[in-house]
């Protein structure tokens, strides 16, 4: 376990499970303090307990509902009272859902931008005072889909684009106010999160899951799926001093799997 982060706050949405759990992790072990954040009290205890067993600091939780106002500002509430600053915040909460288009409502949208995208934007304008003291990082973790568009993930694909705009446009207050923000585009990884996505994809086209598993792999040539690491490696770059000049950027980390030259 290092000290790159000793003495940094970081918070971070979705923290509970996966690529967010994952990023958590990493932090506290560099000595960080962390405070980890989703609706989950008990998803948040477990992970809280796994990375005290470590040998890292137990990270602060808040359980709160970051879809709503009340829960963001929980969030913040809590990160003012017990630490007064927050060098770091990793926005990595949100799991929209795949399906044919036509089987998806309105609710599902709404859902999807209520989580990822609103609970991103009013973290970022709650914690914007502090980051701007501290002189620190956003890291906003968005996925692939923002730059490829699919037709059985056309909820996942505008959230992930709306965010990713989001977040070149807010790289623009950073240089003014000191702060640096990047942006994560996560490919297929290995968490609770693709199984769902790979269900909801099956379901969608009558396919089994293993089907559907197989032929998303071959399709993109990828000799694995991601893994949580693979993520928290570039997230603990993104936020040293060593990439201070890297703002405003998306890279992906998806095994080569974007096509595009974007």
């Not at 958590?24 to 005290?52: K, M, T, W, Y």
């Not at 490919?187 to 998303?216: C, H, K």
Request: aromatic share 6%.
């Amino acid at each position: 376990m290092g000290n790159e982060f000793a003495g940094r706050i970081v918070v971070v949405s979705g923290g509970s499970r996966g690529i967010g759990r994952g990023i958590a992790s990493a932090f506290a072990a560099e000595g960080a303090s962390v405070v980890l954040a989703a609706s989950s009290r008990a998803n948040l205890d477990a992970a809280a307990a796994a990375i005290a067993a470590t040998g890292a600091r137990r990270p602060d939780v808040c359980a709160a509902d970051l879809r709503t106002e009340e829960g963001c500002a929980a969030v913040h509430a809590l990160v003012a009272e017990r630490h007064g600053r927050c060098d770091i915040l990793v926005n990595s909460a949100g799991a929209t859902k795949a399906g044919a288009f036509l089987e998806l409502p309105d609710a599902i949208w709404q859902d999807g931008f209520a989580l990822k995208f609103f609970g991103c934007v009013r973290l970022c304008r709650l914690f914007w005072p502090m980051l701007t003291r501290a002189k620190g990082h956003v890291v906003n973790i968005i996925g692939g889909a923002a730059r490829t568009p699919d037709p059985e993930f056309l909820v996942g694909g505008s959230v992930n684009a709306a965010m990713w705009n989001f977040s070149k446009g807010l790289s623009g207050l950073g240089k003014r106010d000191g702060v640096n923000v990047n942006a994560i585009l996560p490919g297929m990884t290995e968490t609770e999160r693709i199984e769902q996505l790979f269900s909801q994809r099956a379901q969608a086209s009558g396919r089994s899951v293993d089907d559907v598993r197989r032929q998303l792999i071959e399709k993109d040539g990828l000799a694995r799926l991601g893994r949580p690491e693979d993520v928290s490696a570039l997230a603990l770059f993104l936020c040293s001093e060593r990439a201070r000049h890297i703002q405003g950027t998306a890279i992906a980390v998806d095994g080569g799997a974007t096509s595009g030259l974007y």
